[in-house]
C-alpha cells in the first residue's frame, strides 16, 4: 500500500468511527433522519386536548350530570371592556349547589393565544353565584371555556361563543 493510500485508507477510518454514533442514532450523512421502525408500546400517546362542546343560550338551563344543572349569563351584553359571567349551579329539585369548583378561560378562537386568559377560578359570590370578570380587548368572536370539578374530578365542559 503506497503510503497516499494509507492516509486516505486513515482518513476514511476515522470518520467512519465518528460518524458511527450519529448512523446508529437514524441519521444519515445529508443529516436527514432515516425511516426506523420501532417498537412504540412503551410509548405513551400524547394526552388529547379537553372538548368543550357549545352550551345552550345564556338563561337555559345546561345539564352537567344527572343530578345537576347550570344557568349561566352575563351582568350586561358583551361588549369592550370587563363584563361578569355568572352562573348559577342547582340540583334538579332547584336548590343551589355552591359545593363545585369552577373554572373559565376565555379567548378568541380566531386569534389562539393572542388574548387567551388561561383557566381563572369562577368566585363564588354571597349569593351563591360563580363570578367571572371577562375582559373583552377588542371586536370579534369570542369563547368562554368552563370546567367544573367536583372532588378535584372534571365533572363538566362546555363553551360558550359570542360576537362582540
Do not use: C
Request: aromatic content about 10%; cysteine-free; charged content about 25%.
Amino acid at each position: 500500500m503506497t503510503p497516499f493510500n494509507r492516509v486516505s485508507f486513515l482518513i476514511l477510518f476515522f470518520l467512519a468511527l465518528s460518524l458511527q454514533p450519529f448512523l446508529a442514532q437514524g441519521g444519515d450523512v445529508t443529516g436527514k433522519k432515516a425511516a426506523k421502525s420501532h417498537d412504540l408500546s412503551s410509548v405513551s400517546p400524547a394526552e388529547p386536548a379537553p372538548q368543550y362542546p357549545s352550551m345552550q343560550s345564556p338563561g337555559k338551563k345546561v345539564s352537567i350530570d344527572k343530578d345537576h344543572y347550570l344557568i349561566y349569563g352575563f351582568d350586561k351584553k358583551p361588549k369592550l371592556g370587563t363584563v361578569i359571567m355568572k352562573l348559577e349551579i342547582y340540583t334538579q329539585d332547584g336548590k343551589k349547589d355552591t359545593s363545585f369548583e369552577v373554572l373559565g378561560d376565555s379567548g378568541m378562537p380566531s386569534m389562539k393565544g393572542a388574548h387567551e386568559t388561561g383557566e381563572q377560578l369562577f368566585r363564588l359570590s354571597n349569593k351563591g353565584a360563580y363570578l367571572l370578570p371577562v375582559n373583552i380587548v377588542m371586536p370579534g368572536d369570542w369563547e368562554i371555556r368552563i370546567t367544573i370539578k367536583k372532588g378535584g374530578k372534571v365533572v363538566f365542559r362546555g363553551s360558550h361563543q359570542f360576537d362582540v
